[in-house]
């Protein structure tokens, strides 16, 4: 039994994909917690158990790990919340869970950065890797997918490289750090909770299958897309002032600021670069495949209002 969390998001769904595609019929079966079933896929919902309701939920989680050999683990972002609230706080229920029902093995979506200067002071991937402590304190066997930032961050900002060429991040222009597809840190998952011969704790880098600046993206999306598109480096306050303006909690705010600092003073450089098992799509890949149609589907949509 293998019971998955956020099945309907951007790692989950291409997750759920796979595991149902791998797992021939007896050999595994598969759980999901969800809060809306209707977002399932139809052609998904009669391979799975579903549980409906939240993972951060006590009562949910202990019914849902219930049997459970293994357990996929996301904790769904929250800006409403401090971050030590949106992780750990949000993981309690999950880790008493895990122990209460002998859960043997857990994956979890986490981040790069343990053992850097950088760790401690990291906002947001400082609060990422408290969690991967907590699961690792309830006993099970765990490894924690350590990523860089993901390709599809980009997404939000079709809008602005469809009309202005241009899409904005905080560190320098030339700062080379790993990036990486969700779909294949969907696949990475996918091999551990299949082949469950891993014991113990550690961290399993998801890297992509290279290091790229802001300058280099530019230069991939330009000819990838046929048009010029630019790199706007935005000051760290202006980021702070425009999330606050959001309404957005101030300490997530905070650690969302910390976060990309570290960013821009290497916090995603400190792990060796090896050859990465299973699948690394490359960026040039990821916009054939994802950004150019999202731009296209984008521009069609203005073009008929």
Same mark, same amino acid.
């Given at each position: 039994?293998? *019971? ?7 790692? !989950? ?25 209707? &977002? ?34 996301? *904790? ?19 880790? &008493? ?11 979890? *979506? ?10 401690? &002071? ?6 990422? %890797? ?48 790993? =990036? ?13 909770? %299949?082949?469950?011969?891993?014991s113990g704790v550690g961290d399993v880098p998801?890297?992509g299958p290279q290091d790229l600046s802001p ?13 010029? *598109? /630019? ?11 425009? =999330? ?28 060796? &670069? ?14 054939? /495949? ?12 203005? !073009?008929?209002?």
């Amino acid at each position: 039994m293998i *019971v998955i969390t956020g099945p309907t998001g951007n790692i !989950g769904r291409h997750l759920l994909s796979l595991l149902i595609e791998a797992v021939p019929a007896g050999r595994e079966e598969l759980r999901v917690i969800v809060r809306d079933p209707a &977002r399932l896929p139809g052609g998904v919902r009669g391979r799975v158990e579903v549980v409906v309701g939240s993972h951060g939920d006590a009562a949910t989680v202990e019914h849902a790990f219930a049997g459970a050999d293994a357990v996929f683990w996301l *904790v769904p972002p929250d800006a409403s919340v401090p971050p030590d609230d949106a992780y750990s706080g949000f993981t309690h229920p999950a880790a &008493r869970a895990f122990a209460a029902q002998g859960v043997g093995h857990v994956v979890g *979506v986490s981040a790069l950065g343990r053992g850097t200067p950088q760790a401690t &002071r990291a906002g947001l991937v400082t609060a990422s %890797l408290a969690m991967d402590d907590l699961i690792a304190g309830s006993g099970v066997a765990y490894r924690a997918l350590a990523c860089p930032s993901f390709f599809e961050n980009l997404l939000e900002e079709v809008d602005a490289i469809r009309d202005d060429g241009v899409f904005t991040d905080t560190v320098a222009p030339d700062r080379r750090a790993p =990036m990486v597809a969700v779909a294949d840190i969907a696949a990475a998952a996918a091999g551990l909770l %299949l082949d469950r011969s891993w014991s113990g704790v550690g961290d399993v880098p998801v890297l992509g299958p290279q290091d790229l600046s802001p300058d280099d993206l530019a230069r991939i999306m330009t000819e990838e897309l046929g048009r010029p *598109v /630019r790199y706007r480096r935005q000051p760290l306050d202006e980021l702070r002032s425009t =999330m606050l303006g959001y309404g957005l909690n101030e300490a997530f705010v905070e650690a969302m600021v910390d976060m990309k600092r570290a960013k821009d003073e290497g916090l995603d450089s400190g792990v060796a &670069r090896s050859p990465q098992a299973g699948p690394a799509t490359t960026f040039a890949q990821w916009c054939d /495949r994802t950004l150019r149609p999202a731009v296209r589907t984008t521009q069609g949509a203005v !073009g008929a209002r």
